[in-house]
T-cell receptor, first 115, second 113 residues
Framework: SAVISQKPSRDICQRGTSLTIQCQVD?????MFWYRQQPGQSLTLIAT?????????ESGFVIDKFPISRPNLTFSTLTVSNMSPEDSSIYLC????????????FGQGTRLTVV | QQQVKQSPQSLIVQKGGISIINCAYE??????FPWYQQFPGKGPALLIA?????SEKKEGRFTISFNKSAKQFSLHIMDSQPGDSATYFC????????????FGTGTRLTIIP
């Protein structure tokens, strides 16, 4: 298993500002994933963060809006830039034990409200 | 297609009843089907999972039924309890290939006394 610590757990931000979310894993992992979960919605993958290379973004998400850092094998950050109320959501960090039975482990999430 | 369709969006069940959540997938390359449970303020956590070589898997009060020909699978919660009130997500992935999980849209389950 993996224990993921994510912070902040929640924040209220002014539109036009940026927020950086931190994700710490208790073991070394190759890939870390960032998801967005809008109210009452499913989990939408934003990007995959690999250590030592650029993050891979899913369709509809761009680096300028969601820059990601991955300085080592246990830590990653996601920044939500130039926020608007539409960015209000829960952001989740995840790691996966890939292979025969892929199991995803999630942080507790960051509940972001943009006003 | 990578979609996983989940229904219903919300479900209210009386305590002691059976809760049933359904999912359907399109990609026949999927070969691993987990269910995740999410409580408010928490991240999702793996509940139970199945592979298509079996039609049913049971763990305690939780059962997954799998219909490979119909490309459907469902979660059954027997003797539902108020503590089961949570959001449930089905998911699918392809082993040793594109292993990223594709999640369903979620079902908010409420168990009433």
């Amino acid at each position: 298993s993996a224990v993921i610590s994510q912070k902040p757990s929640r924040d209220i931000c002014q539109r036009g500002t940026s927020l950086t979310i931190q994700c710490q894993v208790d073991s070394q992992v190759t890939m870390m994933f960032w998801y967005r979960q809008q109210p009452g919605q499913s989990l939408t993958l934003i990007a995959t963060a690999n250590q030592g290379s650029e993050a891979t973004y899913e369709s509809g998400f761009v680096i300028d809006k969601f820059p990601i850092s991955r300085p080592n094998l246990t830590f990653s950050t996601l920044t939500v830039s130039n926020m608007s109320p539409e960015d209000s959501s829960i952001y989740l960090c995840s790691v996966e034990r890939a292979g025969w039975d892929t199991e995803a482990f999630f942080g507790q999430g960051t509940r972001l409200t943009v006003v | 297609q990578q979609q996983v369709k989940q229904s219903p969006q919300s479900l209210i069940v009386q305590k002691g009843g059976i809760s049933i959540i359904n999912c359907a997938y399109e990609n026949t390359a999927f070969d691993y089907f987990p269910w995740y449970q999410q409580f408010p303020g928490k991240g999702p956590a793996l509940l139970i999972a199945i592979r298509p070589d079996v039609s049913e898997k049971k763990e305690g009060r939780f059962t997954i039924s799998f219909n490979k020909s119909a490309k459907q699978f469902s979660l059954h919660i027997m003797d539902s309890q108020p503590g089961d009130s949570a959001t449930y997500f089905c998911a699918a992935s392809q082993s040793f290939g594109n292993e990223k999980l594709t999640f369903g849209t979620g079902t908010r389950l409420t168990i009433i006394p």
